[in-house]
């Protein structure tokens, strides 16, 4: 969690201010437990808490923006449909699922079009069905081109 909380830090976009906030909502629920000293004949309750639920997304679609290619694969990684996904994160968040998503790929697209990746590099890296879909999706985001965006 702390190093998590480090990768915010250097993060620093519009989102990290709710996303520290999770995190350290989530540290805070772990030494509680660790205080309360529950008896081993105590069942434990399977964390099942919205915010520890929408930490868990944000770590995995920013560890994993390369690999994702549409929403519904978090299904097979949560055990939730993109329904159930989006609501809780939407609760805690505020912005829906999908935006969080896409704000994400478009910024790890910036950042490869400003190393000098070409845009069809860009749109395979982010798993874009043509390169015709990633031009349409970061036109969409940002209200330019791709090409406009390199160095």
């Given at each position: 969690l702390c190093s998590s909380i480090l990768q915010e830090l250097r993060n620093e976009d519009i989102y990290s201010p709710r996303v520290l906030?999770?995190?350290?909502?989530?540290?805070?629920?772990?030494?509680?437990?660790?205080?309360?000293?529950?008896?081993k004949s105590e069942p434990q309750s399977i964390p099942t808490d919205a915010a520890i639920l929408t930490h868990d997304i944000i770590t995995y679609i920013d560890q994993n923006i390369f690999k994702i290619k549409k929403l519904s694969d978090l299904?097979?990684?949560?055990?939730?449909?993109?329904?159930?996904?989006?609501k809780h994160f939407h609760s805690q968040m505020g912005i829906p699922l999908n935006k969080y998503f896409i704000s994400k790929k478009m910024e790890a697209a910036?950042?490869?079009?400003?190393?000098?990746e070409s845009v069809t590099e860009v749109s395979d890296k982010l798993q874009y069905?043509?390169?015709?879909?990633?031009?349409?999706?970061?036109?969409n985001y940002f209200n330019e081109s791709p090409s406009s965006s390199k160095p």
């Open positions: 906030a999770i995190l350290l909502e989530h540290i805070l629920i772990e030494c509680s437990r660790k205080i309360s000293k529950k008896t299904e097979n990684v949560f055990f939730y449909n993109v329904n159930n996904l989006s910036l950042r490869l079009l400003q190393a000098g069905s043509s390169i015709h879909a990633f031009s349409r999706a970061y036109k």
